[in-house]
């Protein structure tokens, strides 16, 4: 099915099912602990061994000698894969890392060698015997160092133009009278999600079958099949439930290929998790970005120009981080230039961490909205409103499908209590605590893709749905089974999905914030299919059939959807494709965050005490979900405002805090309670069911919303992420 005109009405409008705070379908499996992780399958490849990986330690050279005799001779060891018998693994298509160190070793931990044996205390005691000579060679591993010489890299496939002129931001920003001109540094991030990279791999002759932890099934069966050599149709991939990827596990990283590449050398079974310093320093994460702001506005807060440059890191060959995006899309402005710059570094990947390109950027643009809105005397939700726009600031005759950011700032304001907040820096106060209130706006882009699905009724009336979707802890279980129960006129119990499965039609998985309007368009596709099929059994003219209370109808005729089985089992199978509005519609999601905090006045710590996100993102499907994925976002937000850092050690190329005791996320007593509201709105460019994505626009804009809340606490401003005592304890107000 191709989608290429607005939708009009059809049966997702009915909204009996679809919008319904219903319960996550897998919520019980996974609080009872009856939902299988990747490694926790024990009957899919029997007789496995473990695998236990041994990272390099140091961060640039090569390895000049590795002796693994030792370490084969421990007891119950199958066998040591280092680059000399594992082949020579290929690269994936979307990350540029190379998975084993192959002699040259391109950043610390970089996988140098696969131990299997019996149990998984042999393998990891075995590693420890390893003997490997590095020659060490100099490296580049300080971003600032880099940031002066580093050039603007080609236009890639991903994150837009890396350079774009509208105007003249030059002569603009000159005749100005009220300026902005800042540089903000976003430290290197992680993922930290729960669950770690795991894999258990098994071959059968020339196909490998992997249960693995990985977001996004279609790039995961290319890559694999690239780094190993094999067509991608000899890779079946298994990701039923995942816990936690954040872009992490977006497709094929070190578990996946070296339990693919370490089975094969071994001839049995492997299962692989990697240990978590791996998981900071040799897979991908958020790069640290230093980036540079100039806003000019006349003195009634319309902004005339508009500069956002930004300068990251990465390996050769990798991509930038598109902090340029928002400023794209947000606000208004004739005369504007955005340009992202990449240095080369000698460190692990640099890629998608969740809302890659609008998280970190909007960390810098929002804080220096706030700092406009105080130079021009301004309330910063009126500065925003002011520059509001309709239509693409970079292309006027395109125009927004939607765009309520409006309506989110001033529900926003209202729900907040904005209008009582005190403009005056360092002029709340409760005791020893210092009182702030601060705003910030977001945009993350709507755009969708291709999805398919599978759609069965049985002889008993209940249906299934098969889709390779993935489920983060993000509701698609959920999601597939209202969409699908609201197109066939059912209750959602009789809807069984599955997801996860390699085999199944196709979809873009769970990353860009496609994963629940993509797959809901797709399982739209299968049911108008079984839709049309079931009235041809059924003998009604398909044009005139309702499907509403397990019965399908047509004027006085209503027969039960599963009489329409009765003669064997009904399969169908389409696709949603789409075409041209995406050109024609700037298509994206708006958010505004309102945050309150208290900063002791003595020592200067920070409590956030209240946030309040007010969402578009099209129709909502599932309320509960929706609101469960914003205030997940909100607290990525906290961390990443106040403790989150990746720290390097810019002498031997390592991130030194790689464990969750030393790389600080947001704990229960971080997090206040959270509210999460959504605009009333529907956007028919996207799909036929009308709804976009969220899960990513939750953390946009949550960092900048707290610095400037910090900002209006303390009348201490702070440009260097994350807000940590050491930033600003000195310039604290005086006490008495």
């Not at 959920?478 to 609201?486: D, G, L, M, P, R």
Request: hydrophobic share 40%; aromatic share 6%; with cysteine.
């Amino acid at each position: 099915m191709k989608f290429d005109t607005p939708a009009g009405a059809n049966p997702t409008d009915r909204m009996a099912v679809l919008g319904k705070p219903i319960d996550r379908y897998e919520a019980r499996l996974k609080t009872t602990g009856t939902a299988t992780y990747a490694y926790e399958w024990q009957d899919v490849a029997p007789g496995f061994a473990y695998g236990y990986v041994l990272g390099a330690s140091v961060a640039k050279g090569r390895i000049a000698a590795i002796d693994t005799r030792e370490a084969e001779r421990a007891p119950g060891v199958v066998g040591v894969v280092t680059y000399l018998n594992a082949g020579k693994p290929g690269v994936g298509k979307f990350y540029v890392q190379q998975m084993l160190a192959a002699p040259e070793v391109n950043h610390y931990h970089m996988p140098v060698a696969v131990v299997v044996a019996d149990t998984f205390e042999q393998a990891r005691a075995a590693a420890a015997l390893i003997r490997v000579d590095y020659t060490r060679t100099d490296g580049r591993y300080d971003l600032a160092a880099q940031a002066a010489s580093a050039p603007v890299p080609p236009d890639g496939e991903y994150g837009g133009p890396n350079e774009k002129r509208i105007g003249d931001f030059a002569s603009a920003f000159a005749a100005a009278p009220v300026k902005v001109d800042q540089t903000y540094v976003v430290p290197d991030q992680a993922h930290c999600m729960m669950e770690p990279h795991a894999t258990i791999a098994r071959w059968d002759g020339d196909r490998v079958t992997c249960w693995t932890s990985i977001q996004q099934m279609n790039w995961g069966t290319r890559d694999l099949g690239l780094i190993l050599g094999i067509p991608r149709e000899n890779v079946r991939l298994h990701s039923p439930y995942i816990g936690g990827g954040f872009g992490g596990k977006g497709t094929v990283q070190a578990d996946l290929a070296l339990a693919a590449i370490a089975a094969r050398v071994v001839k049995r079974p492997v299962k692989i998790a990697l240990q978590r310093p791996l998981m900071f320093n040799a897979t991908i994460h958020r790069p640290k970005t230093i980036q540079h702001i100039q806003l000019g506005a006349g003195h009634d807060g319309r902004i005339t120009a508009i500069l956002h440059d930004s300068v990251s890191g990465n390996l050769p060959g990798g991509r930038t981080e598109p902090c340029v995006t928002p400023t794209r899309g947000l606000y208004a402005g004739a005369n504007r230039l955005t340009r992202m710059r990449l240095a080369t570094l000698d460190l692990a990947e640099g890629n998608a961490m969740r809302a890659p390109g609008e998280a970190p950027g909007l960390m810098a643009l929002e804080i220096a909205m706030d700092e406009l809105a105080e130079k021009l005397g301004m309330d910063p939700v009126e500065l925003r409103i002011r520059n509001d726009t309709q239509v693409d600031p970079e292309d006027p005759a395109r125009p927004f499908s939607t765009r309520a950011f409006v309506a989110c700032l001033q529900e926003g304001a209202l729900r907040f209590g904005w209008d009582r907040r005190n403009a005056r820096p360092g002029a709340t106060r409760e005791g020893e605590w210092l009182i702030g209130h601060g705003v910030a706006g977001a945009i993350r882009g709507g755009k969708i893709a291709k999805a398919g699905a599978r759609a069965r009724l049985g002889r008993d009336g209940r249906m299934t749905i098969e889709t390779d979707m993935t489920d983060i802890g993000t509701g698609s279980y959920t999601v597939v089974q209202q969409t699908a129960a609201e197109m066939m006129g059912v209750e959602p119990d009789r809807i069984l999905a599955k997801l996860g499965d390699s085999s199944f039609p196709e979809t873009p998985g769970s990353g860009g914030q496609q994963g629940a309007p993509s797959v809901s368009a797709g399982v739209y596709a299968a049911c108008v299919a079984l839709r049309e099929a079931v009235a041809q059994r059924l003998g009604f003219n398909t044009a005139e059939v309702d499907f509403v209370d397990g019965h399908v109808r047509s004027g006085n005729r209503s027969v039960p959807i599963a009489d329409a089985a009765k003669g064997g089992e009904i399969v169908v199978e389409d696709t949603m494709t789409f075409d041209k509005l995406a050109d024609q519609f700037n298509q994206q999601t708006f958010a505004a965050h309102f945050a309150e905090v208290a900063v002791n006045a003595y020592t200067g710590e920070t409590r956030v005490r209240r946030v309040v996100s007010v969402c578009a993102a099209g129709r909502i499907i599932n309320p509960k979900t929706a609101r469960s994925q914003v205030i997940g976002g909100v607290v990525m937000g906290i961390g990443a405002a106040l403790t989150e850092e990746m720290a390097l050690d810019t002498r031997f190329g390592f991130f030194v805090n790689h464990d969750l005791a030393q790389y600080e996320v947001p704990v229960h007593l971080d997090v206040p309670h959270l509210e999460a509201h959504f605009i009333d709105e529907v956007d028919p460019t996207i799909s036929p069911v009308k709804a976009k994505g969220v899960g990513e626009l939750g953390l946009t804009g949550v960092a900048p919303a707290i610095a400037n809340a910090v900002y209006n606490a303390t009348g201490v401003r702070v440009r260097d992420y994350p807000l940590t005592l050491d930033k600003y304890l000195d310039r604290l107000p005086d006490i008495a």
